[in-house]
């Protein structure tokens, strides 16, 4: 009886030398969650590069989204008249004027998430060029006041079929003068 019950532990000490190893090599390729980064990286970095904050609900390609493109307070130093949206030539996925909005917003965190608190009613205008390039105007009915609110350009897109990361520019038009200015740049990620 004595010879089985030392069978038996060895039995186990060898089991144990393989099982152990083979749970703990391959623990770190099971992953419940996908990470986050936080972290942007600019190929060309330049001061005259401004980053906008902004948030989407997926972030897959061909699923379903809303994109909300924030103007935060330190964003608009004046009134604007009109918001002038650069679309990237790569970024194949159909917008329509009744998908888009522009809202007075409350921005998410870590207890809250984002909603548009108010529609701000605005007229629409998608432009294409000969080069494929195309832009979004947004004519607000009133200036967009610099005051302590944010707004959001809402899209509510299906994601391209290509994954890649987009660079979405902003210029805005102050109020009392006739040219617009750069606003900052979004860099949306599609996986």
């Not at 060895?10 to 089991?15: D, Q």
């Not at 770190?28 to 600019?42: H, I, M, R, S, V």
């Not at 302590?148 to 350009?153: E, Q």
């Amino acid at each position: 009886m004595l010879k089985i019950t030392k069978k038996q532990i060895l039995n186990l000490k060898i089991l144990r030398l393989f099982i152990i190893p083979t749970i703990l090599v391959f623990t770190p390729f099971y992953n419940t969650q996908d990470a986050k980064a936080g972290l942007e990286f600019q190929w060309d970095q330049n001061d005259g590069y401004r980053r906008l904050k902004w948030f989407q609900k997926e972030n897959e390609r061909r699923f379903r989204n809303k994109i909300y493109f924030f103007l935060r307070p330190s964003d608009r130093r004046s009134d604007l008249l009109k918001i002038n949206l650069a679309i990237p030539k790569s970024f194949k996925s159909t917008l329509n004027n009744e998908k888009i909005s522009f809202c007075k917003v409350k921005i998410g965190g870590f207890e809250s998430r984002t909603k548009c608190l108010e529609d701000i009613p605005a007229d629409f205008e998608i432009k294409t060029d000969e080069s494929g390039l195309r832009s979004l105007d947004i004519y607000p009915y009133s200036p967009i006041p610099s005051n302590k609110d944010s707004y959001a350009i809402v899209f509510k897109i299906f994601n391209p079929k290509k994954s890649g990361l987009y660079q979405f520019h902003s210029f805005g038009q102050p109020k009392g003068k006739s040219f617009s200015s750069y606003l900052g740049s979004w860099t949306i990620v599609i996986d």
